[in-house]
């Protein structure tokens, strides 16, 4: 619930900052 | 190719990685270097098809995920700089260099404080990204109390040390700064084998 979360707990489910993609090439 | 010195001064540097495991890190780094441009070197749109699968396109984070891996600052992620950074999201890596890599990360603006007005930018991104949609004033109330939590001497942005007290209270705030891939990663890269200047 993104009204529930602070700030930098929805920041750090973007994407781009998701370097696991990384291992998947 | 790497010579052994070259790889165990990678290794030794970076505290968490063995040779193998640098020569592992080895093949997932050529394979992502020559996607695009086959120079050996990964280039920004190099990083950004490995994150998207995709070439083309904007992320708030793309340009200070590759800045901070660009150590020297000439437009490429060489090998070293690559083992450097991925070296902070080994599962062993110090608390300490997460804290502060994640602080680089999140100071767009570079100016040693991560303020009101970035954090507002980012989470906009996210949000336009998840498709969720929130009010203005759900969303400013979310950085009030965000900001009510962090920012202990009330001067509106976020410095070092605040950063680093607000993300111990909140450790999950960490949980992206760690890539489990990392422990495991000549497993996930066998081809290095075929490579390897040394058994470890």
Known sequence: ?25 | SLGLRDLAHLADESRCFSVNEVEALFELYKKISCSIIDDGLIHKEELQLALFKTPSGQNLFLDRVFDLFDEKKNGVIEFDEFIHALSVFHPLAPVEDKINFAFRLYDLRQTGFIEREEVMQMVIAILMESRVKLSDDLLEAILDKTFEDADTDRDGKICQEEWKEFVLRHPNLLKNMTLPYLRDITTAFPSFVFNTAVED
Do not use: C, H, K, V
């Not at chain 1, 602070?6 to 781009?16: D, K, M, P, V, Y």
């Open chain 1, 1 to 25: 619930q993104p009204a529930s979360m602070n700030a930098f707990e929805l920041i750090s489910l973007n994407r781009g900052l998701n370097l696991d993609n990384l291992f998947e090439t």
